[in-house]
């Protein structure tokens, strides 16, 4: 029994010191620990896991590019573990924390060039969006299954394609189900209106939308009509397909 005592005791001291030098391993480990298909993820990674910072990139493939400007990040442990997350685009710093529940991210939002959208997905590069984004989500747990995730929001749209004409504002509202996600776009107002829906998973998803001039002699949204798909009934059908491996 002592020997057996003796033993658990080093198990102990040994686990209890691999936890304190967590913290001080090297940042890039974090690169090997994200998932490859987030549409955002470090790219790069300094310091150490406690206290470091990185560039993120947004797309994938010929699409991907570079955030500008470092997020930041730093480790506390009391009175809870939590991360806490800078960005410029930030309105405040973001902050995970551990609890009894689990994970948990603080609400925020943040402001980012419509641009990005256009690293997503080839046909939203094709249209070539302008104008601003806004994205807010409220405190929530991580691991929650329902519920609302975050809405976007695209101020003074526009696009290349109908450049003597500004589309709108539009907001897409994400909430969780199950493992993956429920997509809603609508149109907040403006000459072109937008609607879809769709849905998101460890698989890939698709989304379904429905452009259409209010109009309908409106010639300034011809060009970008035509490349969002084909036409039925004056409606204009545009869709979004991505799989783990691919995007169509």
Known sequence: MKKLAKITAWALLVLCLLLAAVPFLPARMMLAWQPEQLPLRLETAHGSLASGQGLLVVGSGLLARTVPGPVRWRWRLTPWPQMELSHGWLDQPVRLQASLQG???SGQSLTAPAALLGRLHPLL???Q???QLQL???SQALAAETGPLLELDWRSARSALAAQAELGDYQL?????GQG???SLRTLAGDLTLAGQGQWGPQGGLFEGRAQA???DDQRFKELLEALGPQRQGVTHWRI???TSKQE
Do not use: C
């Open 103 to 105: 994970w948990r991210i």
């Open 125 to 127: 590069q094709t249209v």
């Open 129 to 131: 969006p302008q104008g």
């Open 136 to 138: 807010r989500w409220p």
């Open 173 to 177: 509202a994400v909430s969780r189900k």
């Open 181 to 183: 996600v429920q997509l």
């Open 214 to 216: 209010k109009q309908a």
């Open 241 to 243: 397909a991505t799989t």
